[in-house]
């Protein structure tokens, strides 16, 4: 897929758990993990915006695009 999530780096500079930033967040552990794993099909706005405002970062932070080969 030509979106990438990079949710797992933003984690790590931030230094936060899974299990912190999806209580902060409001979404379930495996709804994250969905996320930060790339296997999601969609996010939410309303996800977007508290994923960027618990990890103080900008969407392009998390999303990222690579065409495909």
Request: aromatic share 2%; net charge positive.
């Amino acid at each position: 897929m030509p979106i990438v999530v990079n949710l797992d780096v933003m984690m790590a500079r931030r230094k936060i758990s899974a299990g912190e930033l999806a209580e902060r967040v409001g979404i379930t552990p495996a709804n994250l993990s969905i996320l930060k794993n790339n296997k999601a099909r969609a996010v939410r706005f309303s996800t977007l915006e508290a994923l960027c405002r618990e990890l103080k970062c900008q969407p392009a932070d998390l999303l990222e695009y690579r065409e495909e080969e």
